[in-house]
């Protein structure tokens, strides 16, 4: 039951450039989303996130759009730096304390 | 800065044999949760913890598995009996309060059935 999916498995930027990170939802009852970042032998780590009420929030670099009508949100990263190549997970939450994960997009930037 | 830390980082078992994961959450945080990642899979939730309680879990999280905080800061994760599936990596993660819904995760367990 893939309720959240990230469609790209992996993506490649050149470092200065936009990277636009994609994820589609099917679930209406979800009331929050969230970005994460995973580097290799480590946890994911929050990055962004955006409520349900919101179509968009920003934090220096980072940007999610959320397009409700279109269940379907975006992590903007404006410019991309090798440091920023990772694995990232898109999240939503459905009420109550769950959460569905993405598969997850492999980023990376290439100086 | 507080980290989430888990306990091993790497355990190896036989089938059918018991495994408990440790976690430490975060000092201050209420909520707790257990997910695991099948190599090459999307992070799975497990189940989440909160008032000593078990508040949600999916369809994974059967009588196999059980969760506990047996002393106000360790969280753990048993597997009664375990499988060849079971091979994931193990996360635990925790979050801080009722209206901030980003959770801290700890660096994982890589559980190996054999």
């Known amino acids: ?111 | 800065e507080p980290e989430v830390t888990q306990t091993p980082s790497h355990q190896v078992t036989q089938m059918g044999q018991e495994v408990i994961l440790r976690c430490v959450p975060i000092s201050n945080h209420l909520y707790f949760y257990w997910y695991r990642q099948i190599l090459g899979q999307k992070v799975e939730f497990l189940v989440s913890f909160y008032n000593n309680e078990i508040s949600e879990k999916s369809e994974i999280f059967d009588d196999q598995f059980s969760v506990e905080r047996p002393d106000g800061s360790n969280f753990t994760l048993k597997i009664r009996s375990t499988k060849l599936e079971d091979s994931a990596m193990y996360f635990c993660a925790s979050r801080g309060g009722h209206t901030s819904y980003e959770q801290y995760f700890g660096p994982g367990t890589r559980l190996t059935v054999t």
């Open chain 1, 1 to 111: 039951d893939q309720q959240v999916k990230q469609n790209s498995p992996s993506l490649s930027v050149q470092e200065g450039r936009i990277s636009i990170l994609n994820c589609d939802y099917t679930n209406s009852m979800f009331d929050y989303f969230l970005w994460y970042k995973k580097y290799p032998a480590e946890g994911p780590t929050f990055l962004i996130s955006i409520s349900s009420i919101k179509d968009k929030n920003e934090d220096g670099r980072f940007t999610v759009f959320l397009n409700k009508s279109a269940k379907h949100l975006s992590l903007h990263i404006v410019p991309s730096q090798p440091g920023d190549s990772a694995v990232y997970f898109c999240a939503a939450r459905r009420g109550g304390n769950q959460f569905y994960f993405g598969t997850g997009t492999s980023l990376t930037v290439i100086p």
